[in-house]
């Protein structure tokens, strides 16, 4: 199975930005197209080669969420406008860009601002959360009660927003109050409120289904074309990639969990002493656990078989 690491569009439309993962070009009508390659990073280094069907499979997962969540939350907004690219636009590009591989990674989007936060909910006390916690019994400057394990299930699923730091640089965790002074009270509020709401809303659907959803991470944009201006669910939503998803058949508190993501990825890296170095190539079994765990993510949660034929 080939692996896509660049998209290659740039002389056919305009490209906004390129992240670890996703490409952005410009469509007209203040529409966006998201097409997401099969790079991957891990300890925010990109590997040398990638992932077979990953940038599909995250952009299929997002769709399916993306009208999941609209039938849950029926004031949602969200900028996800179609799945695939344009037809008007597809016939203008060569033969060998118009292969069904490019459009199921792509998907065409409303342009709307973003909001410079990354909006965090945590159900469980994993990551960077349980290091926190560890120092202080905080997370976020959220006191939580002490004695709790890794891993643990919290009372309430926390709201514990990030910045949103350019590429090549590392978030930083932020307090709810420090968010606020960020994008305004009246904003904050919203994205807090509706995050936590999806959050739960997914997590239920996905408990059902042998996941648990550890924590997730949300983006979100203010739609300006509306009046008045609209907060409305941007980017990637509930996918290995945003998410920590772990078995709920394997879950047991006080120790790490396996995930359905890119963990036998970082596993590797750190055995062999490569976390953070840069030019790192995978060897082919890591490739094929790893795309393992992505396709059995989608498989469980979207529930059919992932179908790779015309990748």
Known sequence: ??????????????????????????????????????????????????????????????????????????????????????????????????????????????????????????????????????????????????????????????????????????DENISPAHAAEIVGTEYCDKIAALSLQIYEIADAYALERGIIIADTKFEFALDESIDPPEVVLVDEVLTPDSSRFWSKESYEAGRSQESYDKQPLRDWLVKTGQKGKNGVEMPEDIVEATTKRYQEAYEKLVGKKWDHAID
């Open 1 to 170: 199975m080939s692996t896509v690491l660049e998209t290659s569009l740039g002389d056919f439309l305009p490209l906004l930005s390129t992240g670890k993962v996703r490409e952005i070009y410009k469509l007209p009508a203040e529409q966006l197209l998201f097409i997401t390659t099969d790079r991957i990073s891990a300890y925010d280094i990109v590997l040398s080669n990638g992932i077979p069907q990953k940038g599909a499979i995250l952009t299929q997962l997002s769709e399916f969420w993306f009208r999941y969540l609209s039938t849950q939350i029926p004031t949602l907004h969200t900028h996800f406008l179609s799945p695939g690219i344009p037809p008007q636009i597809l016939s203008t590009l060569p033969p060998h860009l118009q292969k069904p591989s490019l459009p199921r990674r792509s998907m065409t989007v409303k342009s709307c601002r973003v909001f410079p936060i990354e909006s965090i909910v945590r159900g469980y006390l994993s990551g960077s959360a349980w290091s926190s916690y560890q120092k202080d019994n905080t997370v976020n400057g959220i006191s939580l009660p002490p004695n709790l394990l890794e891993s643990s299930k919290l009372e309430t699923p926390l709201w514990t927003p990030s910045t949103k730091a350019p590429l090549g640089e590392k």
